[in-house]
């Protein structure tokens, strides 16, 4: 899993049980591979490289993450009997039609040794969905105790059940945007929210982000690093603000957005980064009226790599992985393409 914050690469080895319809797993291990500084630069850049660049960073980038993840397995007992790969969205335009994750899966099979899913948005697009959020699946069948579930990575997003649906949409961003702005001065995040603490609030500029098209729009709907370019970023900048009140600012616009969407006496799980960003968590406190759960370590850091593996587990049973009631889809679908190294016995031991 490799997220748009740019944290580094996840590795989660799992093992998934069913039985009596209903799904089990336990995280055997799980690490995080920081990039190398040449590879974290081409992932920031690669929507400005030629077509020409952009394929052969492709290339690069799957044979990396190929090579990280044998690295990863021979430190293990077990060895998976297949991959499921995120990859790194660098286009994600599913009115346009089209969302694109690069690192090739035929590249990671060949350098693991393990056959590998990848793309699995992509047949949901096709379909006419947003082709995200997928993790709700995951949500629905390994954390249903939950009345909510909220991941605070690159971006927020949210799943819960609503009249036997499931029920999911990208809120905001959120480290996304607060980690541009630590890293304009050299820190890769702000720890604990320390920096936004500090800073003081603007009020025109928390309405004028509060009152952006997207916040008013309904049904399924997605957010990417293009909306963000095109409307956080010279947005803040019009404002002549210190990084501190940048960050509390947008702290602010984050929590505001996510408690409008929480219902009174509901109990919700908080997963992602900014689960640790804890001025962020307080102040998600200060705008909502719902028991909020901040699991273990392993959780926060691993879930969305978890439900990543979930979904090539359902991949290979042969089962939908992308919920239309989430992604507007005009049916499931069964998302990814499979790179196989030889034939083997489906098995649940999946990263």
């Avoid at 319809?21 to 291990?29: C, F, G, L, N, P």
């Avoid at 500084?37 to 660049?53: D, G, M, P, R, V």
């Avoid at 089209?98 to 699995?120: K, L």
């Avoid at 096709?126 to 995200?132: I, K, L, V």
């Amino acid at each position: 899993m490799s997220g748009s914050s740019l944290d580094g690469l996840d590795f989660c080895l799992c093992r998934f049980e069913q039985a009596e319809k209903v799904w089990r797993y336990s995280i055997i291990a799980a690490d995080t591979a920081a990039y190398p500084e040449n590879i974290k630069i081409q992932l920031a850049t690669a929507q400005n490289k030629s077509a020409l660049e952009l394929v052969r960073f492709h290339s690069e980038y799957g044979r990396y993450i190929g090579q990280a993840a044998k690295a990863f397995i021979d430190k293990q007992s077990i060895l998976p009997e297949l991959i499921a790969s995120h990859g790194h969205t660098i286009f994600h335009q599913p009115d346009e039609g089209f969302t694109f994750q690069i690192g090739s899966g035929a590249h990671i099979a060949m350098e693991s040794g393990v056959s590998t899913v990848c793309d699995f948005r992509t047949n949901d697009v096709a379909a006419g969905g947003q082709g995200a959020p997928l993790v709700p699946i995951g949500d629905r069948h390994l954390f249903g105790q939950y009345d909510y579930c909220l991941n605070l990575g690159g971006f927020s997003n949210i799943s819960f059940e609503a009249e036997g649906q499931r029920l999911a949409h990208d809120i905001c961003p959120v480290n996304y945007v607060l980690n541009h702005y630590t890293r304009s001065i050299g820190l890769e995040y702000d720890n604990e929210g320390i920096m936004a603490a500090k800073g003081s609030l603007c009020p025109e500029l928390l309405n004028a982000l509060n009152r952006l098209d997207f916040y008013q729009r309904q049904g399924p709907k997605s957010l990417g690093r293009e909306w963000v370019e095109q409307s956080i970023f010279p947005l803040i900048e019009s404002y002549d603000l210190s990084i501190e009140d940048k960050l509390s600012t947008f702290c602010e616009h984050i929590a505001m957005q996510i408690g409008r969407r929480l219902k009174t006496g509901t109990k919700m799980l908080v997963t992602g980064g900014g689960a640790f960003n804890t001025f962020l968590i307080s102040r998600i406190k200060a705008h909502s009226a719902t028991a909020i759960q901040i699991p273990d370590k392993l959780t926060i850091n691993f879930k969305e790599a978890l439900i990543f593996a979930f979904l090539g587990c359902l991949y290979i049973d042969n089962k939908p992985n992308c919920l239309a009631s989430v992604t507007g889809a005009r049916e499931d679908v069964v998302g990814g393409a499979m790179y196989r190294i030889n034939n083997f016995d489906i098995g649940f031991n999946i990263i």
